[in-house]
């Protein structure tokens, strides 16, 4: 659509609506300047004894790098290919090695009973699980391990990103906030024409598991999964190390919000998978576009939004806010 005709979109939009918006968004901005301010006022009597701890952990990171650095003598090439494939694809296939002997044998019953659509995927189809493993491995030895490539040649001009010294914890945190503000999964592969030829194959699974989330056509694997993550360490110049957690935390998030699973203690992902059940709901992270667009009018008036919170108990939601009964034809 036009700028005019945005600009008459949002102009109608009901201004309860649109406050209510500015405070969610309010809210998770602030949460993040609260604790980047408390950490940075680390000289009151109060946060003394957050620093020492901080300091030794930094002590102790510092030590374990300087030991790998010296061990792999100093290898640009193989200390980024270290920290930006092979340990987030450890980290990503252990997550979901575990998730995925869940989803064909039916065990551990502790992951099972959280299964956030009941009947779906209990086992998991065989054939279609092999096939979103061998796009996962496509996706990644041929499209993301080539793309690394390139990236390891601008930071290597660009940064000081195999440097001995290992960034501030404070800067570090700083980074990770930019870098989750950053990365947004684009919504024009939504477009009838991208979501035809591209996005369908993603929504092939209207139950997600874990590896879906990278069960992606090349096109969105490239514009969609890799440059946003790519981008931030990227401008900012990061570490090798800062990097692989940023790498590892995205891919291990990214499966748990496709997992089926709604796991103690981790965040939920009731969001995005009614999002692969509807297909037309729920398109963001933190739901604020979709509450002012009016695409997840339909995902409130489900069970599934007020399940929509963090676990924090070890009795699944399912049973403690279980579906309503089906009225009897």
Known sequence: ????????????????????????????????????????????????????????????????????????????????????????????????????????TGKPTFITRYRIQLGKNDPVDPKKLRQAIYTALCNQFFISLPMLLPMFYIMKWWANTFSKELPTFRWFLVEMSIFTIHRNRTLLVHLPLLYKHVHKKHHEWTAPIGVVSVYAHPVEHI???????????????????????????ALVTTSISHCGYHLPFLPSPEFHDFHHLKFNQCYGVLGVLDYLHGTDTVFRQTKAYQRHRVLLSLTPLSQSIPEAPRRAE
């Open 1 to 104: 659509c036009t700028l005019s005709a945005r600009a008459e979109l949002y102009l109608r939009w009901p201004k309860e609506k649109l406050l209510d918006a500015m405070k969610v968004t309010a809210c998770v901005l602030g949460a993040g300047l609260l604790l980047f301010t408390a950490l940075e006022n680390s000289n009151t009597y109060s946060h003394s004894y957050v620093q020492n701890m901080w300091d030794t952990l930094g002590h102790f990171w510092q030590t374990t790098w300087l030991k790998l650095y010296y061990l792999l003598e100093g290898k640009e090439s193989t200390l980024f290919l270290l920290g930006a494939a092979l340990v987030p694809c450890l980290a990503f296939w252990c997550f979901n090695g575990i998730l995925m002997v869940a989803d064909v």
């Open 223 to 249: 514009l969609s999964n890799m440059l946003p993550a790519m981008t931030g360490p990227m401008l900012m110049g990061s570490h090798i190390v800062s990097i692989a957690v940023w790498f590892s935390l």
